[in-house]
């Protein structure tokens, strides 16, 4: 574990609850949890064998860019503690540097709070046999990557580790969580990807969707956890070329998919090796995302 690229970690003196697709929680207390964002990248479901030099560093500090930028909406799991006060050895702290954040203990809602703006991936599929995305109807005819008259709300399961996570319909939330907490977590969503979306444009940045994920604390205050509108949790694309009808180039992980796609891979673990210029490249394209969006 160095400080330039981080696969897995192993936190003397705390306890690894959980190692994710990217994220490494460790036990912070009674109230809070060390959540570190490693260099792994997963693609289709599967973690593949390589790190992505520096991207665990860039998904932090795109979510936390976000995360500043809309208190207004909606309240986060950050508490603004710094990470020195749970990590003392010297070289633990130097590969978390900018990687790791201390958050809130919530509870986490079992779905995966997706908007879409754009049709394309597993919506234009579902769009293509149904005519509409997770029960909302939309016009006919669209051709792929087409902006939707509005954005929609099209939310998922949270599948377990090596699953696909699942399209399900607003009427399914309701019956998971709750009417008036469906309703909530639909119109916070809805409003966080409309106000990144504006922000993101004036940047050059067509964000085609996105997913969030929410918790709760004791007294059923929404907020938002995990991370926020990067490119592991979004589609960005440059707007100068997009175009309707076509899959445009993005600044995430389809890059990967992409060249994945012409392999022979059965889409199961254990993932392929990916060539020094692929990895040398989606690191090139995250780092463009972050500047981008916010310098």
Known sequence: MDSQTVFRTSLRGLEKLHEGKVRDIYAAGADTLLMVATDRLSAFDVVLPDPIPGKGRVLTEISNFWFARTRHIVPNHLTGRAVSELVSDPAERAAL???????????????????????????????????????????????????????????????????????????????LIGAPLAARVRDTAVALYEFAAAHASSRGIIIADTKFE??????????????????????FWPAETYRPGTSPPSFDKQFVRDYLETLDWNKKAPGPKLPAHILAKTSEKYREALRRLTE
């Open 214 to 235: 929410f918790g709760v604390d004791e007294s059923g205050t929404l907020t938002l956890i995990d991370e926020a509108l990067t490119p592991d949790s979004s589609r």
């Open 97 to 175: 540097e900018g990687r790791a954040v201390i958050v809130r203990r919530l509870k986490t809602l079992p779905l995966e709070a997706v908007v879409r703006g754009y049709l394309i991936g597993s919506g234009w599929k579902e769009y293509q046999s149904t005519g509409g995305v997770c029960g909302v109807a939309l016009p006919a005819n669209l051709p792929l990557a087409s902006r939707l008259p509005a954005p929609i709300f099209t939310p998922a399961t949270k599948a377990p580790a090596g699953q696909h996570d699942e399209n399900i319909t607003f009427a399914e939330v309701e019956k």
